[in-house]
């Protein structure tokens, strides 16, 4: 069930190149959290690049962002992933990134969710926007509780995006998922200006679709 701590480090980093690489991430932006035990998760440190990151960097904290080991400090902002793992337990990893387009839709107060992609749909649901709140602080754990289980991605208000699965790689591309989606809803709504949007029964065959791959897994 869970990964070795070896294995989670690895991951951490190569999805920390991945995310910087994007433009996902800018200067120390960012962080991501893998699950590794009960009560155990390794995540980025604070004040690093994500791009940039070696083993040693990185923090493992329990599950109340106590340090067990680690020489640096873990972003403020693990608050949000422990919020995560607690509302939802089936989740294994967690990214936190801005995403430019994306977060564009944050600070303009516009959810993900209009029916124009099938593999938006199948793969990622809907994105709803999480109320404002002071990023680092608890408002912001407060403000994503409700849609951790609801849903596989959360917009935050004015800041960026947050996205979780059942590995550090399955979150990652949730998240590359969700600036696509983004990207081309900018597209047909705000330069094109035209979107022929999916009707109610090609959604609910989309849906079926979403179910048994979903439990399939």
């Not at 994500?50 to 067990?68: A, E, F």
């Not at 059942?166 to 989606?181: P, Q, T």
Request: glycine share 8%; with cysteine.
């Amino acid at each position: 069930m869970y990964i070795s701590d070896h294995e989670a480090k690895e991951a951490i980093i190569e999805v920390g190149k991945r995310m910087y690489a994007k433009g996902f991430v800018a200067s120390n932006d960012g962080n991501i959290s893998i699950r590794v035990g009960e009560n155990a998760l390794w995540t980025t440190p604070t004040g690093v690049s994500k791009g940039y990151m070696t083993p040693d960097m990185l923090v493992k904290t329990d599950m109340d962002g106590n340090i067990l080991e680690g020489v640096k400090k873990p972003s403020s902002e693990i608050r949000m992933h422990l919020r995560v793992y607690k509302e939802n337990p089936d989740v294994m990893a967690v990214t936190h990134a801005h995403p430019p387009v994306a977060t564009s839709f944050a600070i303009a107060g516009i959810s993900l969710d209009k029916p124009i992609l099938p593999e938006a749909i199948v793969n990622l649901g809907s994105v709803p926007i999480a109320p404002y709140a002071t990023p680092g602080t608890g408002g912001v754990a407060e403000s994503i509780a409700p849609y951790c289980r609801s849903h596989n991605a959360v917009l935050l208000a004015n800041h960026g995006a947050l996205t979780w699965g059942k590995d550090v790689f399955e979150a990652y591309y949730r998240m590359e998922s969700l600036e696509h989606y983004a990207t081309v809803l900018m597209y047909t709504g705000y330069i094109i200006g035209k979107a022929n949007e999916l009707n109610e029964s090609q959604v609910k065959e989309l849906i079926k679709i979403r179910e048994k791959f979903w439990a399939g897994k």
